[in-house]
Structures are given as C-alpha cells and as structure tokens.
C-alpha cells in the first residue's frame, strides 16, 4: 500500500502571511489582530472539531499496541501526526446510544442526544443544539464569527450543506463544502469581491422593502414568518460581511475533497490567528446519508483502489477492504490535520496551538454503522492552556452500555463534551438532551 | 357518478352541512383503545369558514420547476420539465422532524439554510439565465442612460414565469427603477446580474401568496396555488389563460381545472408523492441489511416494484376505491433481481413483470414495506403496528421518553412475537404496545427481507390479532388477508384516508374549525363511490380555501 501520496495543495500561509495581509485589514480586523497578539489581557482558548466521515476503527487507532496509558504505537493511518504525539490524548470507549441505523451520527453525536428510541430521524434532522455552538456562545460571543464551520461532500456540485452543526432542535447550520465560497464568505473585503458586495448590498435592500411591503397585508401572525426570512438573511448577512480581516489571493477553483480541504484548513487557521473566531468545525464528509462520504481521488494511487478511481468508505465491502480504505483516508486527513497544526505553530512564531484543543473523531464511531454505540474514541491534540492532561496519553474505558442506569463511572461521549466545554472556558456540568447520560466533566482529562 | 356531479355534491356539501359531529366516527368498541386522539368536538357542523389569508413558502420541487419554466417557458407541459440548462441545489429540501409531510414545509419558517441555498442558487441561475438574455438586455443600457421601454417587456417576461402573475404597472415602473439604480453604482452587466439575483430572492417569488381581496383569492393566487398543490409546477399555459381571462372566478371554474389537471391521474406527481410519503414504502432504502449475510436485498429495485403496482392503482382506481385496492391488491411486479424477495419461483425478466400473488393483500404486504418497517436482521411488529395505528387509523401512540431504549433479545426457539408478548406485558410497557402489536401481528407471514416465512426461529408464526377503533365493532384476525378486509371496510380507516388527503393537499393539520370540513369530505368520499379525486377536488373548492381573512390587498 502507498503511503507516501502527497497532496499537492498550495498552502495560503506559506506565502502569504500576517505582514502580508496587512494592507487589507480593515480597522476591526486590525483591533482583532492586536487582541489575539497580547493587547489583550487574558488569553482566549480555541477548539478545533475535525470529524471524519464513518468510523475510526480500533486498528486505525493504534489499539492494542498499547502496554499501558502512555506506551503506545500511533497506527501509520495517525503516523503524519507523530510530532504531537507527546500532545496528545486518545480516549476510547466512550459510550453515546444513538438508537439510529445510519451511517453515521449525523446531528446526534454533537448534540449529545444520550439515547435515541430507534425511530428518531438522526441525521436528517438536528434534535438540540450540538457541543460546537454550545461552546462558540460562551468563547466566541464578541468575535465577527461565531463558529467557522465548513467542510467537503463527495457532490463537486454542492457548495453549501448540513450535516453535523445545529444551533438548537430542527435549526441545522450551513457549512461551505467549496473553498471558493468560504473564501468568499470569511474574506468579502478582499478587492475581487468588491463589485459582489456593492451588489449584494442593493440585494440586501431590495429583499429588506420587499418583506416590508408585503408584511403590511398580512395578520400578525404571518408577519412574524415573513420575519423569519428577515431574520435568518440578516443572520446569514452578518456571518458573510463581519469578517473583515486578511485577503489572501483568491483560491484556486480547483474542486474536490483532496484539492479544497487544506485550503478550508488554512482558512481556518487564519480565522484563529487574526480572532476571527474561537471555534471552528470541519466536516468531512460527515452526514446521515450513505452519499456524502468524500471520494478521495490522489491518495488512491497506488492502493487497491487505483482501478476505481477514488478511495470512498466502503463499508459494505468486507473487513479487510473497509479497513485498507479507512487507513488510507485517515492517513490522508492526518496528513492534512498536521500541516493545519504546523500553521497555528508556525517556526520561529508565537504558537497558537497552545491556546487550543483540536479534536480529531469520525462521527460514525469505531465503524460505518457504530450500531453498538459503547465504543466512540476520539483524539485530543493539544491541551488548551494546560486545561487538558493530554500528555500522550491512550485511556481506553470499559464501555458502557448505553441504554443501562447511570453510574457514578460512567464515561459518556457527553461527559467529554462537558470536559472540553470546560478546558476552553465554557463550562457545564450536563450536555444532551435533557443533560443525558452525563456524570459531568471527566476529572481524569483535567488538569 | 360522474366527476361533474361530483364537484357540484362536494360544493352542495361544503356550503350547506349542519349536524352533530364528533371527532372520529362512533366506535361500538366496548373496549375503545387508549391511543385514540379524537379530533376536538364540534357542536354544529358549519359551512366551512374562509381560511386565513397567508403565505406559503414554495417547496424545493416548485422551485425546481420554476426555473424550469423560466427557462423554457410556460407552454411546457408538465413531464417536459426537466434539467435546467444550469446546475444549483434547490432550497427548502430541508424537512423539519415534526412535519408529518413534505408539504407541511410551506408554512414552516425560511431559516438560514434555506436563506444560504436560496443564496447561492439565485446566482447560479442569474448568471445562467443572463446568459440567454445578455444580448437584448445590454441593448437597453445605451450611453445615454438605461432605455426602460426596452427593458420592460424582458422584466415582465422573468416576473410572470417566477411569481405566477403579472407585476402591476407601479411595481414594474419600481423594478425598473431599481435597475437604473444599480446601473449608476454597477456596470450593466452586473446591473443585470444583480436584478436576477433580486427578483429570485424576493419573497414575491419565495412565497406563494394567498391573501386576496373582497372577492377571495385573485385568479393568479388560485392558478398558482392549484398548480403547485397538483403538479408541484407554476401554472401551465390553459391555467394561465384560465387566470389571465378571469375565468378561474367561481368555484365551478376553479373545479373544472383541477378536473382537467387530473385528467390523468397516474401522471400527477403530487398523488404519487402522496402515496409515497403515507405508505412509507421508500422506507427500505434506510433500512441496511448486511450484504454479506443477504445479498440478495436489493431495497431500490423493491421499491421500485411497488411503485410499479401503486401507478397502475392510480390509473385505475383513483377514481373509485383507491384505497381499497391499496390495503387488498394481489397485483405485484417481480423481476429478476426481487423474485427472491418475492418468494417467487416463475422464471421473471430482469425488466419486470406484473403477477397476480393470492398470498400479499395490497401494498403493506410488499417485501418494500416489510422491510421498510423492520430491523436489521428481524421483524419489527411495534412499529409495523404503530404504522396501522397513526398511518391507517389516525391514532396517535407516545413517543418513547428519551432515555428508555428497551432492547428484545431473541432466544433460540422463541419467537420474535413471543418476546414481544413478554416484554409488553410489563405494566409499564403495556398501555402503549396493546395500541401497536395487535396490528402488527399479521405481518409475521413474511421474514424481514419481506419472504414468506412460516417459522421464526424455531417457533411457528402466529398472524394472529385483533382491530379496534375501526368505526364498527373490534374484530379478531387471523392472517394479514383478512387484517386489510375489515381496516379496508372500516369507516375510520375511510375517514383517515381522506385527513390524510387533507393533510397533505392543505400543508397543514386540520384545525378545530377544519374538522367540520374533513367530515364533509369523508361523506363526500364515501357517497362518490370512494373517489379520491373528488375529494381533492373538493379542497381546493372549498369556501375556506378560495376566500380568505385577516389579509389586506
């Protein structure tokens, strides 16, 4: 098996940095910059959500080459992320009852939903507010984005989905899955979107007169969902225009989960340097349906899957094939995970990983259908201040059974929700629906 | 009796009906079952009142179809409506999880989804659509200033095909308006570009509304609301005519184009969306099987084999006892790729072929069903139950509490009904499953890939059960045959065919003073020799959906 793909992405950091982008920084942008280079007196703390589409198995993880918490082996699906290794944190045996057959968690896993009834539609519609957004309220109320949320889709076609991020119950949240338009979205200042934003404005307006005209014939009641249109283009208006901070060079059109992903990375990495946010969610190809797995086209050569064409999820094609594909695939988004890492600790610069927590996980769990629901891991890098006992360490539980009584050592996906809530400065002591199957922040991860 | 002098008795009965009424018909149970949720009772039955003067946010297929139109024109008859000459995701496909039908999304709020979808797909289509115009468009920037008179007759022409009606001198003369302003601040093209993106985000085009004036609503609003209720389409160019002449005034009028829309009802997509969303059959392609353990379940092509059988019903029965035919038909299509599935033992082709099968009674016997409603590797008599319950009854049973997840584990010699049996007798268990299981006996003469099965592991199947709140009195089944017998008799299952008609047509629950209506359509429907198109017919007659309240011209 070929290992040694390497993407052939154009990093924007690589030449283009603060200094650079100087000239384009807006009078916010430029008071953002000062506060996340020290004018400001405390420190903000960020989170990075990674998850993967369909499974993170035991192999890819490293288990069993495991003796005790802190000797093990990353598997060579994690090798590109060994120089954090001694920075990170794995947990497994996690326990979330889901009650759904799909492919992955889709809004359940970050919504903390602590069992489901078997019937509830996961995935096609968000049933609470997920972990991201929870957090995003409390660290990153006063940033111009409140969440940087973005990902790919196996569709070259789409440039907007939903999968994984929901503000609240049936309020699911858009995310790009088209570098140009996050490009566009987070950098609206930047001189080639100039003439878009003269017109978007006069759309704006036009919209704004319109509702306001035809609200005037209606009841009371109708007014109000003529609102909701106002309302939610107001929203989506503020996330597009309040980000006035770099312009790099427009991104390529190049299309594709292999060519768009490092360049949504290094978008995301900008957004942290400059405060643009503290939060950011990245999904790859994360959903509930079986059609948004990415097909991964480069990292492919070499491999079983040359003749295809593409390395997709391949769940339903036995062990080994499954297993050779989610090694490939997590190879590669480690890969892409480690040069994102490498920019928020730049050589010679101020790290901004230290400030951070990234989370690395699939929203499928241990496998494509993560039906036994006692087994989700995922990856902490980083310690968020000192927040976090990462330390290399590997914590494998005992797997709770999900539908079981609460015990005092239960260890919940919810309950890890909680911790890292807390480590970046949100914290709480219950999350999911009704605060469901949560023992509170785990003690063990903190420090 | 004839479609016409079914319109004029649903009129009749729609304009002049008093009586006692109750929430559900009387039952002679003397064991009325507890999940039964009466509709809220009425002390007299009036003439249906004028419905509330609203907005309706179109659906993802009538944006679809809309840009379709803008495209092609208005002449283009419905199945003409194919891909645009531009890709773009539809908004709106997003469906709340409380919404018991797509169409309920009408009246649900445009949230920053549909606002993100909405966005992009306006430029998308702009820059496509401009594409087609860009040459007479510029044409009317000369040096001199923007020439309104000829810019006018191509504005018109994008405000008929996206709102469904004609734009008003004033609004025409503000629209112009409008683009002189963007010319001053943009270049022509980008004037252009931006007037598209306007007009394909204004809530004009957005919404369908249903407000009106003294006389009810205007032809363009009937026109363009019947045209989406059946066709998930603008007007075609008669309904047009119809709307532009004034023709579509009195409810006979508005009849006769629903008739004419329907003339051919195996071609009407929303008949056939509303039987694919209160059957459920699709409900197999979410349902995994292992491949490995059963290679033969092909999901797809099953419900593709019902799908075959429903649009034969349709063209059938739509007229008389398409409900009927649904809970009784022997009719199947097998190919190939389901004989197995079917437990078929004829040789079939690859492309399909019609059967009769004594053993299936109508669509719920259907291996796309079977397994749209079962577990991964084993039958799931709750909710194959449940689906009788809220699907054919109209009954409603509670959702599970969140937290209460209760597995059944078989054992070797028990079957699945017999844990079943056990569990629900757990008195905490008990009040709810009594409403469900009985109705999802009969449904153990097939395994859950849909086959005939006469043992489930290590135990013979009982098909036994037994029916309440039918309407009449409760009954002892023996097998699914004669389960669909007595629930395609019953007058409830009648009654809650014609709520789910009205649900789905409408966008909404029947509200308190609805509930006189869905009583009039049920007696409609059971007086027109069970014709469902007579009761659709009659929804968009009906004082309360042709005269509104509340909204101002």
């Known amino acids: 098996?070929?290992?040694?793909?390497?993407?052939?992405?154009?990093?924007?950091?690589?030449?283009?940095?603060?200094?650079?982008?100087?000239?384009?920084?807006?009078?916010?942008?430029?008071?953002?910059?000062?506060?996340?280079?020290?004018?400001?007196?405390?420190?903000?703390?960020?989170?990075?959500?990674?998850?993967?589409?369909?499974?993170?198995?035991?192999?890819?993880?490293?288990?069993?080459?495991?003796?005790?918490?802190?000797?093990?082996?990353?598997?060579?699906?994690?090798?590109?992320?060994?120089?954090?290794?001694?920075?990170?944190?794995?947990?497994?045996?996690?326990?979330?009852?889901?009650?759904?057959?799909?492919?992955?968690?889709?809004?359940?896993?970050?919504?903390?939903?602590?069992?489901?009834?078997?019937?509830?539609?996961?995935?096609?519609?968000?049933?609470?507010?997920?972990?991201?957004?929870?957090?995003?309220?409390?660290?990153s109320r006063d940033t111009p984005v409140r969440s940087l949320l973005f990902g790919i889709d196996q569709s070259e076609a789409k440039v907007m989905h939903q999968t994984i991020f929901a503000s609240g119950r049936d309020q699911p949240l858009p995310h790009p899955v088209r570098a140009s338009k996050l490009y566009e979205s987070l950098f609206p200042g930047a001189a080639e979107n100039q003439a878009h934003a003269q017109a978007d404005r006069r759309v704006m307006a036009r919209i704004h007169r319109d509702v306001e005209r035809l609200s005037r014939r209606l009841a009371a009641e109708e007014r109000g969902r003529l609102g909701t249109y106002l309302e939610s283009l107001e929203a989506f208006d503020r996330r597009r225009s309040a980000a006035q901070c770099l312009a790099p060079n427009a991104v390529s059109e190049a299309r594709g989960a292999v060519a768009e992903l490092p360049v949504m990375l290094d978008m995301a990495?900008?957004?942290?340097?400059?405060?643009?946010?503290?939060?950011?969610?990245?999904?790859?190809?994360?959903?509930?349906?079986?059609?948004?797995?990415?097909?991964?086209?480069?990292?492919?050569?070499?491999?079983?899957?040359?003749?295809?064409?593409?390395?997709?999820?391949?769940?339903?094609?036995?062990?080994?094939?499954?297993?050779?594909?989610?090694?490939?695939?997590?190879?590669?988004?480690?890969?892409?995970?480690?040069?994102?890492?490498?920019?928020?600790?730049?050589?010679?610069?101020?790290?901004?990983?230290?400030?951070?927590?990234?989370?690395?996980?699939?929203?499928?769990?241990?496998?494509?259908?993560?039906?036994?629901?006692?087994?989700?891991?995922?990856?902490?890098?980083?310690?968020?201040?000192?927040?976090?006992?990462?330390?290399?360490?590997?914590?494998?539980?005992?797997?709770?059974?999900?539908?079981?009584?609460?015990?005092?050592?239960?260890?919940?996906?919810?309950?890890?929700?909680?911790?890292?809530?807390?480590?970046?400065?949100a914290p709480i002591d219950a999350f999911g629906i009704g605060g469901a199957r949560t023992n509170g922040p785990l003690p063990e991860l903190l420090s | 009796m004839s479609g016409r002098s079914t319109l004029l008795s649903a009129v009749a009965l729609l304009t002049a009906c008093e009586g006692q009424i109750g929430g559900s018909l009387p039952s002679t149970s003397t064991n009325p079952s507890p999940s039964a949720s009466p509709a809220p009772r009425l002390e007299t039955c009036a003439a249906p009142a004028p419905g509330p003067a609203r907005i309706v946010r179109l659906s993802a297929e009538e944006y679809r179809s809309t840009i379709a139109v803008l495209f092609g024109g208005r002449s283009l008859r419905l199945l003409e409506l194919g891909p645009t000459p531009v890709q773009f995701t539809a908004p709106f496909s997003y469906a709340r999880s409380s919404d018991r039908y797509s169409t309920y999304g009408g009246l649900a709020p445009v949230t920053e989804v549909d606002?993100?979808?909405?966005?992009?797909?306006?430029?998308?289509?702009?820059?496509?659509?401009?594409?087609?115009?860009?040459?007479?468009?510029?044409?009317?920037?000369?040096?001199?200033?923007?020439?309104?008179?000829?810019?006018?007759?191509?504005?018109?022409?994008?405000?008929?095909?996206?709102?469904?009606?004609?734009?008003?001198p004033d609004e025409l003369s503000g629209w112009l308006e409008e683009v002189a302003g963007s010319a001053s601040e943009?270049?022509?093209?980008?004037?252009?570009?931006?007037?598209?993106?306007?007009?394909?985000?204004?809530?004009?085009?957005?919404?369908?509304?249903?407000?009106?004036?003294?006389?009810?609503?205007?032809?363009?609003?009937?026109?363009?609301?019947?045209?989406?209720?059946?066709?998930?389409?603008?007007?075609?160019?008669a309904l047009w005519r119809a709307a532009q002449s004034g023709a579509l005034s009195s409810p006979q009028s508005v009849g006769a184009e629903v008739r004419r829309l329907m003339a051919s009802p195996e071609e009407l997509p929303t008949l056939r969306g509303f039987l694919n969303e209160v059957l459920d059959f699709r409900a197999t392609l979410g349902v995994v099987k292992d491949p490995t353990r059963f290679p033969k379940h092909k999901p797809g092509a099953l419900a593709e084999d019902t799908q075959q059988v429903l649009d034969v019903l349709i063209k059938e029965h739509a007229r008389s006892g398409l409900l009927r035919e649904i809970l009784s038909t022997d009719l199947i299509f097998v190919r190939s790729a389901t004989k197995e599935s079917w437990g078929v033992q004829a040789e079939v082709t690859a492309e399909g072929v019609f059967l009769r099968d004594a053993s299936r009674s109508g669509i719920l016997t259907h291996p796309a069903w079977l397994t749209g409603y079962s577990e991964n590797d084993h039958n799931h008599i709750v909710r194959r139950g449940r689906f009788i319950r809220e699907r054919l009854l109209c009954g409603s049973v509670p959702s599970l509490p969140i937290g209460m997840v209760p597995r059944i584990e078989q054992t070797a010699g028990t079957s699945y009904r017999q844990k079943l049996e056990q569990h629900s007798r757990d008195p905490n268990c008990f009040a709810c499953h009594r409403s469900m299981d009985p109705l999802g006996f009969a449904f153990e003469a097939w395994d859950h890939l849909g086959r005939p099965q006469e043992m489930d592991n290590g135990a013979p199947v009982d098909t036994r059960g037994r029916l309440d709140s039918l309407g009449t009195a409760d009954v002892d089944y023996a097998n699914a045959k004669q389960m669909m017998e007595h629930l395609a008799s019953a007058p409830a299952v009648q009654e809650c065919w014609v709520?789910?008609?009205?649900?789905?047509?409408?966008?909404?629950?029947?509200?308190?003073?609805e509930e006189c209506e869905?009583?009039?359509?049920?007696?409609?429907?059971?007086?027109?020799?069970?014709?469902?198109?007579?009761?659709?017919?009659?929804?968009?007659?009906?004082?309360?959906?042709?005269?509104?309240?509340?909204?101002?011209?």
């Open chain 2, 499 to 513: 709520r789910q008609l009205f649900r789905y047509y409408r966008g909404h629950e029947a509200t308190a003073t």
């Open chain 2, 186 to 237: 943009l270049e022509p093209l980008e004037a252009l570009r931006t007037l598209i993106r306007q007009l394909l985000l204004t809530p004009d085009f957005l919404f369908r509304t249903e407000i009106g004036g003294p006389g009810g609503l205007t032809p363009f609003e009937r026109a363009r609301g019947v045209a989406a209720a059946l066709t998930q389409s603008p007007p075609d160019d």
């Open chain 1, 1 to 139: 098996m070929n290992h040694n793909y390497r993407s052939s992405r154009r990093r924007f950091l690589a030449s283009l940095g603060l200094g650079a982008g100087a000239a384009f920084l807006g009078p916010i942008a430029t008071s953002l910059h000062q506060r996340a280079y020290g004018a400001e007196p405390t420190r903000r703390k960020n989170i990075v959500f990674i998850a993967m589409s369909a499974g993170l198995p035991d192999l890819q993880l490293g288990w069993p080459s495991r003796t005790d918490e802190t000797h093990w082996e990353l598997h060579e699906a994690l090798a590109p992320l060994a120089p954090w290794k001694e920075r990170m944190l794995v947990v497994r045996n996690l326990s979330l009852g889901l009650g759904a057959m799909q492919h992955s968690g889709g809004y359940g896993l970050m919504a903390g939903l602590g069992a489901g009834d078997g019937e509830t539609p996961l995935g096609n519609a968000p049933q609470g507010q997920t972990i991201d957004q929870l957090i995003a309220e409390q660290i």
């Open chain 2, 115 to 168: 606002v993100d979808e909405s966005w992009q797909a306006a430029a998308l289509i702009a820059e496509a659509y401009l594409e087609t115009i860009k040459e007479r468009a510029l044409s009317c920037f000369p040096p001199t200033g923007l020439d309104r008179s000829c810019l006018a007759p191509i504005l018109s022409t994008i405000i008929e095909r996206l709102w469904s009606r004609p734009a008003a």
């Open chain 2, 518 to 553: 869905v009583k009039q359509l049920a007696k409609l429907y059971a007086d027109s020799g069970e014709d469902t198109l007579a009761v659709i017919e009659a929804l968009f007659v009906s004082p309360a959906y042709l005269e509104r309240q509340g909204g101002a011209p």
């Open chain 1, 269 to 425: 990495s900008i957004a942290l340097r400059c405060g643009l946010t503290h939060v950011v969610g990245c999904s790859v190809g994360c959903g509930n349906s079986h059609f948004h797995f990415p097909h991964l086209v480069g990292p492919h050569l070499g491999t079983r899957f040359e003749a295809q064409g593409f390395v997709g999820e391949h769940g339903h094609d036995g062990e080994e094939v499954y297993s050779d594909a989610r090694t490939i695939s997590f190879r590669w988004l480690s890969q892409e995970v480690a040069a994102f890492l490498r920019q928020l600790e730049p050589a010679g610069g101020e790290s901004l990983l230290r400030d951070t927590v990234v989370v690395l996980y699939s929203d499928g769990g241990h496998a494509h259908h993560n039906l036994e629901e006692g087994n989700w891991r995922f990856i902490l890098i980083g310690d968020a201040g000192g927040a976090l006992q990462t330390d290399g360490r590997f914590l494998s539980y005992r797997g709770d059974v999900p539908w079981e009584p609460l015990r005092p050592d239960t260890r919940s996906v919810n309950s890890l929700w909680c911790t890292l809530a807390q480590a970046v400065g």
